[in-house]
């Protein structure tokens, strides 16, 4: 789920802040935290329109397509016939989950930061066969960050930003089937539990380069069927390198990694061992500036993940622009 920020100067402009952070409301999501991409702002309200595409497929031993056959990239038409079935080790076995974002950023003071996260999120799953997709208004997340640290004069750059915040349950939590059968905790809009999470973010910049690292640690909730998902950690570092393209254009290539943890599902407080997270994923990123307006893209794939016997994570990807003023 966080915020990182660049400020750059280009014959008086040079990098400085950027923009991460947390923020989702399925599962698989809400633990994996969340990248927006570089933004050229200081100090700037902004607002932002950011899709996202996390996939699973494949188990232990076996390909993780990070596009699996039959599933989509963008947000499907709702398909709520299929039964709710089992996993079986079957290739072709996928969730997907996916989050089309309104964000919403507002300076109170010039180190004080608040935010805002609206999500629509649609999830798919296919097992045995059988393919489902759900789609909703997701659960919204109300953050704010501190600047601790503000050392932008010189070529050498530093800020550190605090946060704190909170998930709340508007997402729908109990979509079933033409039978009356509940998807899964994990299918569902929104999680049901008011969460809360902190985070740090600290940049650093010499020259055209630099990098960032984001840590977050969220506190999950449970929701009325006392379903819950084990608290979580995320961790992404971002080394990035800024080049200008004419007068008012700024290109900005990154390298991305990313951890996660989580226990998993939790049910009456105790653990089910279902859907536990550990894993790597690194890749690529591209963020393009134009005066007031920036365009994000990322791909993450899969580096290393802990034994699990569900489909594993194979990777995602990130599409975002921001309106900054």
């Not at 069927?225 to 800024?242: H, K, P, Q, V, W």
């Given at each position: 789920?966080?915020?990182?920020?660049?400020?750059?100067?280009?014959?008086?402009?040079?990098?400085?802040?950027?923009?991460?952070?947390?923020?989702?409301?399925?599962?698989?999501?809400?633990?994996?935290?969340?990248?927006?991409?570089?933004?050229?702002?200081?100090?700037?309200?902004?607002?932002?329109?950011?899709?996202?595409?996390?996939?699973?497929?494949?188990?232990?031993?076996?390909?993780?397509?990070?596009?699996?056959?039959?599933?989509?990239?963008?947000?499907?038409?709702?398909?709520?016939?299929?039964?709710?079935?089992?996993?079986?080790?079957?290739?072709?076995?996928?969730?997907?989950?996916?989050?089309?974002?309104?964000?919403?950023?507002?300076?109170?003071?010039s180190r004080l930061e608040i935010n805002a996260i609206l999500p629509y999120v649609s999830n798919s799953?296919?097992?045995?066969?059988?393919?489902?997709?759900?789609?909703?208004?997701?659960?919204?997340?109300?953050?704010?960050?501190?600047?601790?640290?503000?050392?932008?004069?010189?070529?050498?750059?530093?800020?550190?930003?605090?946060?704190?915040?909170?998930?709340?349950?508007?997402?729908?939590?109990?979509?079933?089937?033409?039978e009356g059968i509940r998807y899964s905790s994990l299918m569902q809009a929104g999680t049901g539990s008011?969460?809360?999470?902190?985070?740090?973010?600290?940049?650093?910049?010499?020259?055209?380069?630099?990098?960032?690292?984001?840590?977050?640690?969220?506190?999950?909730?449970?929701?009325?069927?006392?379903?819950?998902?084990?608290?979580?950690?995320?961790?992404?570092?971002?080394?990035?390198?800024?080049?200008?393209?004419?007068?008012?254009?700024?290109?900005?290539?990154?390298?991305?990694?990313?951890?996660?943890?989580?226990?998993?599902?939790?049910?009456?407080?105790?653990?089910?061992?279902?859907?536990?997270?550990?894993?790597?994923?690194?890749?690529?990123?591209?963020?393009?500036?134009?005066?007031?307006?920036?365009?994000?893209?990322?791909?993450?794939?899969?580096?290393?993940?802990?034994?699990?016997?569900?489909?594993?994570?194979?990777?995602?990807?990130?599409?975002?622009?921001?309106?900054?003023?």
């Amino acid at each position: 789920m966080s915020l990182l920020k660049i400020h750059y100067i280009v014959n008086r402009k040079i990098l400085i802040l950027l923009f991460v952070l947390v923020g989702s409301q399925t599962f698989a999501c809400d633990i994996c935290g969340c990248f927006m991409g570089i933004t050229p702002y200081f100090n700037r309200n902004s607002i932002s329109l950011l899709y996202r595409y996390r996939s699973f497929n494949g188990y232990d031993g076996q390909n993780h397509s990070l596009f699996p056959t039959g599933g989509k990239f963008f947000i499907p038409a709702r398909e709520q016939n299929s039964p709710i079935t089992g996993h079986a080790g079957n290739q072709a076995d996928y969730e997907l989950y996916r989050s089309m974002e309104i964000r919403g950023r507002y300076f109170i003071i010039s180190r004080l930061e608040i935010n805002a996260i609206l999500p629509y999120v649609s999830n798919s799953e296919r097992y045995n066969g059988y393919t489902s997709s759900i789609s909703g208004i997701g659960d919204v997340n109300l953050y704010a960050g501190y600047h601790l640290v503000q050392q932008l004069e010189n070529n050498f750059k530093q800020q550190l930003i605090a946060g704190i915040g909170v998930k709340l349950p508007t997402g729908k939590n109990d979509f079933k089937n033409n039978e009356g059968i509940r998807y899964s905790s994990l299918m569902q809009a929104g999680t049901g539990s008011t969460d809360g999470f902190v985070y740090l973010n600290y940049i650093v910049g010499l020259g055209k380069f630099g990098a960032s690292l984001n840590t977050s640690y969220k506190v999950n909730g449970t929701n009325s069927r006392d379903e819950g998902i084990a608290n979580s950690t995320t961790s992404f570092l971002n080394i990035f390198y800024t080049q200008s393209v004419g007068k008012d254009v700024q290109v900005m290539p990154s390298a991305q990694f990313f951890y996660e943890y989580s226990g998993g599902e939790k049910y009456q407080g105790i653990k089910t061992g279902e859907h536990v997270m550990n894993n790597l994923m690194g890749g690529v990123g591209v963020d393009v500036f134009y005066k007031n307006m920036a365009l994000n893209a990322g791909l993450q794939k899969n580096i290393w993940e802990a034994e699990t016997d569900h489909p594993m994570s194979a990777g995602r990807v990130h599409l975002g622009i921001t309106y900054n003023f």
